[in-house]
């Protein structure tokens, strides 16, 4: 069970780790007289560059980005966010953990959020969009983007899936008011644990880097003084940086390693009866981590996911609300948190099981062949890997075959 990145990791991020061990910087801050700029200060610049975002900011998870995009653009208590119903719970736990209410949006065929859904969810209270680039692939963002522009929302991108991918030329974490980034062991690139954002606003990065270390300004150049806040320390230490900045400097070899891949499984399948591919919003920009096959009913496709000793979509851990019990039952650490039981909350809003019938019946009929993320708990428990040679990504595509047929055969 690895990402991408994992099983890229070599002698340059061994290189850049050991530097940093042998200069006693740990830490990104250099508080004596070195001339030399941390891991994580190199890694926030080159990310900058590699993005054409004006500014970056290491945090030590995907999480606390989306949770330090979320503070730094205003989004708090008595707001509502609206997320698609197919997302890792990170995204929905850190609107919760703002005060702010999630509201449960469906995807298209896409698996990723519907436009159209989006502008019937929004009220009065509605604050914020994120836009989750699901399984790899870029969201609508032109769509989303009038939506939210149209209706004085943020829109904020759930990156984390996706690094380095594109949508029609622009670097997604870009389109949006900020970009959130994941670099666990299962993404395209990796630190083990660590998280980036992205952001073009001034105000906003100097709130986001206030929020990420304890209201300081950016790069610690006082406490922040036209808006100063409350922070949290969500810092990136040294280490994850270096790993991370050894990966940034080979995504393009990761990134067309994959596509190459997932040309030749996709090749090697060809067409099957009754399945029918992903839609993506742009084919140029995805990050090829996965190929999804869509079946003509729930039926088919969990009997072809069980005899490949897989799940389909809908069965895929907490990436899919009805398998959230912490949001079914709205748990919070207390029975008085925001923003389930507060005053700046009705209470009356609910999640039921089955309460996105679209959403239930794409994921329901869906089935991912592993090409870089290699996770049983995202559904990706078969398919190839990046180092997979053509004999293996043939008989993958042969076993598929088999399943189908079988299945077909007996419907």
């Not at 859904?117 to 983007?145: F, N, Q, Y």
């Not at 949006?176 to 954002?197: H, P, Q």
């Not at 899919?320 to 809003?349: D, I, K, V, W």
């Not at 062949?369 to 053509?390: C, E, N, R, T, W």
Request: proline share 4%; aromatic share 6%; glycine share 10%.
């Amino acid at each position: 069970m690895t990402g991408p990145g994992y099983l890229f990791l070599g002698d340059e991020e061994t290189a850049l780790v050991q530097h940093a061990l042998a200069g006693r910087q740990l830490n990104r801050y250099r508080f004596d007289d070195s001339a030399e700029q941390s891991m994580v200060f190199m890694l926030e610049r080159e990310f900058e560059q590699r993005t054409g975002a004006p500014h970056c900011l290491a945090v030590n998870s995907g999480t606390s980005a989306i949770l330090t995009s979320l503070a730094a653009l205003g989004v708090g208590p008595g707001d509502e966010v609206i997320v698609p119903g197919y997302t890792f719970i990170a995204t929905i736990a850190a609107v919760v953990h703002r005060g702010a209410i999630p509201v449960l949006a469906e995807i298209d065929e896409s698996l990723t959020l519907d436009p159209a859904d989006v502008v019937r969810r929004i009220t009065p209270a509605t604050k914020a969009i994120i836009a989750v680039h699901m399984l790899g692939a870029p969201c609508a963002m032109d769509e989303l983007r009038t939506i939210a522009d149209e209706h004085g929302l943020v829109l904020i991108e759930d990156v984390a899936q996706a690094c380095g991918g594109r949508y029609r030329g622009r670097a997604l974490g870009t389109i949006g008011d900020a970009g959130a980034f994941s670099l666990n062991m299962f993404k395209i690139i990796t630190s083990g644990d660590g998280g980036l954002v992205t952001c073009a606003d001034d105000a906003v990065h100097e709130r986001a880097f206030a929020f990420h270390d304890h209201g300081f300004k950016p790069f610690r150049q006082g406490v922040v003084d036209a808006d100063s806040l409350f922070g949290m320390n969500l810092r990136m230490h040294e280490l994850s940086g270096a790993v991370a900045l050894g990966q940034l400097r080979k995504i393009d070899d990761i990134l067309g390693t994959l596509r190459r891949q997932k040309t030749a499984l996709s090749d090697a399948v060809g067409e099957l009866p009754g399945v029918a591919r992903r839609r993506l919003n742009d084919a140029d920009g995805e990050c090829c981590s996965l190929l999804v096959l869509r079946f003509e009913s729930v039926e088919a496709a969990r009997a072809v996911a069980t005899r490949l000793d897989t799940v389909t979509l809908i069965d895929s851990g907490r990436h899919y609300y009805g398998n959230m019990p912490q949001l079914l039952g709205r748990r919070m650490p207390t029975t008085t948190e925001c923003p389930f039981a507060c005053a700046a909350h009705p209470t009356s809003y609910r999640y039921e099981p089955h309460m996105l019938p679209r959403t239930d019946d794409i994921l329901g009929r869906s089935v991912a062949l592993s090409v870089g993320v290699v996770d049983s708990y995202i559904g990706a428990g078969f398919g190839i890997d990046p180092l997979s040679s053509p004999d293996e990504i043939a008989a993958v595509a042969g076993a598929l075959h088999s399943a189908v047929d079988e299945v077909v055969a007996k419907i």
